[in-house]
């Protein structure tokens, strides 16, 4: 049984509309607070209710500002290292955030563990 933040996280999901939810736009209200969100999109993702890796390539260039893009580049680090997740699905997802970011994004750092393996990826923009 979901309760209403996992509820709202996978009807946002669905209509491709999560990154509102997860990166509030500047001079909002957060809804949720943050460490609640990341917690249940990882429980979500782990479940097999959402695929995480997915959303950096449901946003497009319209959808985000410079400043949501820096926040979901913070929010997309601080999820992956719970997340189930193979390396490839990890690399499309990083390609996808490289390729809406341009020159929009800080270069940053985000540790991914993978079976015994433990990857780091450096995003470089512009």
Do not use: C
């Amino acid at each position: 049984m979901t309760n209403s933040l996992e509820h709202d996280i996978l009807d946002r999901y669905k209509s491709k509309t999560l990154l509102s939810l997860l990166v509030p736009r500047l001079g909002e209200a957060e809804a949720y607070g943050q460490a609640d969100v990341i917690a249940a999109v990882v429980r979500l993702h782990n479940a097999g209710s959402l695929d995480f890796l997915s959303v950096p390539s449901s946003i497009g260039g319209d959808d985000a500002d410079h400043y949501e893009m820096i926040q979901f580049q913070q929010f997309f680090g601080q999820v992956l290292p719970g997340l189930v997740a193979n390396t490839k699905n990890v690399m499309d997802a990083v390609g996808s955030l490289m390729a809406i970011g341009g020159r929009a994004i800080e270069p940053h750092l985000i540790w991914f563990s993978s079976s015994k393996s433990l990857i780091l990826i450096v995003l470089q923009y512009g």
